[in-house]
């Protein structure tokens, strides 16, 4: 037994940073090591039906619209989550809470009695404590969001019974592939034969359709399958024969979460004969969903901040469509990874944020402000301050917004909002 095995971690902490100690390696893709390990476990399936969420962005989401969902209609449902914000708990839901420490950790230490000196990664790690916590929770449903593949993720071990694929975009490129063609192969195979699926944005990549129809996937198709109607005040759902009006916005983003939405109901509606849910309770689960830093607005003495975890292109052009809806001046508080595409990101954003505050991120992956003001430097916006801590990004962008009677962006990274958050304060909810 190595040094490492024989510390024998107890509290939360120490098993976490365990994990990183020992696997130095943040991702390594495949499945062989995360089966085996699975296998001598002897996990059964986390759930009665099995819903896996993959996709470039929205994946957060819309898990969390399909547990308010089926939580509001009386299913017992578990969820997951990554990364997360402020505790790591939160990537386990068990009934709507957050798992807790004891069963976290009994859950890592029934991993690595299993393990037999298998290397994991974090995530690895992670994915499969979930497994196990959910298999011992007698659950009707669990929503389990895919990490940043499908083919060679963690979560592709399970057979799932239904598949929902938010959309395809650049992220991770170097890791998935250069173009929207590989990278959509990759995340295509977290569909399964005969099991129904959803593709939820409009603009289908050709390899997601082909690999459908080559491996005989039901597959429904935002725009040719189901579609949405926004209105000014609400917005309607038709399907294959259903329609649903006058819909209420989401409580996860509101009016800009229509597109997750519309194929979180796709999603519901195919899978109406295994889990029913009526359309009172479907409405009360849109209505309610929350997740912390997905278009999550609060107030700092007096000033309106958006939060959000947006950390590309695509997320950020999101973003840039919802604060055009505001008609305020908008002043940016951005820290970002090394390995995105920061100056595709401001671009996105330039016709809507004026001033950027550059914060400083945690290395080794965390880019310094000074050096993302150089990555960003010609792609839109010249007017930036960098900084070293949150606190000094986030009181220079909200002075500047009482000055001209605006709001804050804060955006880039998980780890942004993660420290954003922070000076909120753990018992801030949405304002």
């Given at each position: 037994m190595s040094d490492l095995a024989s510390i024998q971690p107890q509290t939360l902490k120490e098993w976490l940073q365990w994990q990183e100690d020992l696997q130095p390696w943040d991702i390594v893709l495949g499945l062989d090591r995360v089966q085996q390990v699975a296998q001598n476990l002897d996990l059964g399936r986390p759930a009665h039906q099995v819903i896996v969420v993959g996709g470039t962005n929205g994946k957060g989401s819309s898990v969390a619209l399909l547990e308010s969902i089926y939580r509001e209609a009386g299913?017992?449902?578990?969820?997951?989550?990554?990364?997360?914000?402020?505790?790591?708990?939160?990537?386990?839901?068990?009934?709507?809470?957050?798992?807790?420490?004891?069963?976290?950790?009994?859950?890592?230490?029934?991993?690595?009695?299993?393990?037999?000196?298998?290397?994991?990664?974090?995530?690895?790690?992670?994915?499969?404590?979930?497994?196990?916590?959910?298999?011992?929770?007698?659950?009707?449903?669990?929503?389990?969001?895919?990490?940043?593949?499908?083919?060679?993720?963690?979560?592709?071990?399970?057979?799932?019974?239904?598949?929902?694929?938010?959309?395809?975009?650049?992220?991770?490129?170097?890791?998935?592939?250069?173009?929207?063609?590989?990278?959509?192969?990759?995340?295509?195979?977290?569909?399964?034969?005969?099991?129904?699926?959803?593709?939820?944005?409009?603009?289908?990549?050709?390899?997601?359709?082909?690999?459908?129809?080559?491996?005989?996937?039901?597959?429904?198709?935002?725009?040719?399958?189901?579609?949405?109607?926004?209105?000014?005040?609400?917005?309607?759902?038709?399907?294959?024969?259903?329609?649903?009006?006058?819909?209420?916005?989401?409580?996860?983003?509101?009016?800009?979460?229509?597109?997750?939405?519309?194929?979180?109901?796709?999603?519901?509606?195919?899978?109406?004969?295994t889990l029913p849910v009526n359309e009172s309770l479907l409405r009360s689960g849109l209505q309610n969903a929350f997740l912390p830093g997905r278009y999550d607005w609060r107030l700092r003495q007096g000033t309106e901040c958006l939060l959000d975890v947006a950390h590309n292109r695509a997320g950020a052009r999101s973003l840039s469509m919802l604060l055009a809806e505001c008609g305020k001046p908008v002043f940016g508080v951005l820290g970002m990874l090394r390995d995105k595409d920061s100056a595709s990101f401001v671009q996105a954003l330039s016709e809507v944020v004026g001033h950027w505050d550059l914060v400083d991120l945690p290395p080794p992956r965390g880019l310094r402000a000074e050096e993302l003001g150089q990555k960003i430097c010609g792609s839109g916006h010249h007017e930036m301050s960098v900084h070293t801590s949150m606190i000094e990004a986030l009181e220079s962008a909200c002075a500047r917004a009482r000055e001209l009677a605006g709001m804050v962006l804060i955006t880039g990274s998980f780890v942004t909002v993660s420290e954003a958050m922070e000076i909120w304060g753990r018992s801030q909810g949405q304002q």
């Open positions: 299913y017992r449902v578990g969820a997951c989550f990554s990364p997360h914000l402020l505790n790591y708990n939160e990537r386990i839901r068990l009934l709507g809470k957050a798992v807790e420490d004891p069963r976290l950790c009994q859950a890592f230490r029934m991993v690595e009695d299993a393990r037999n000196a298998v290397p994991l990664t974090y995530f690895e790690f992670g994915i499969l404590a979930t497994l196990w916590c959910m298999s011992q929770s007698d659950l009707d449903v669990a929503v389990l969001e895919v990490g940043m593949g499908g083919r060679l993720d963690a979560v592709n071990m399970v057979d799932a019974d239904a598949a929902l694929l938010t959309n395809v975009s650049l992220d991770h490129c170097e890791w998935l592939g250069e173009d929207i063609e590989t990278i959509g192969a990759e995340k295509a195979c977290i569909m399964r034969r005969d099991c129904p699926a959803v593709f939820a944005d409009p603009d289908i990549p050709g390899s997601v359709r082909d690999y459908a129809q080559v491996h005989g996937v039901p597959m429904w198709r935002r725009g040719e399958d189901f579609g949405a109607t926004l209105h000014s005040s609400h917005w309607d759902w038709h399907g294959m024969g259903k329609f649903l009006s006058d819909l209420p916005w989401c409580g996860i983003g509101g009016r800009i979460q229509t597109d997750n939405a519309a194929g979180v109901l796709a999603m519901v509606e195919l899978m109406q004969t």
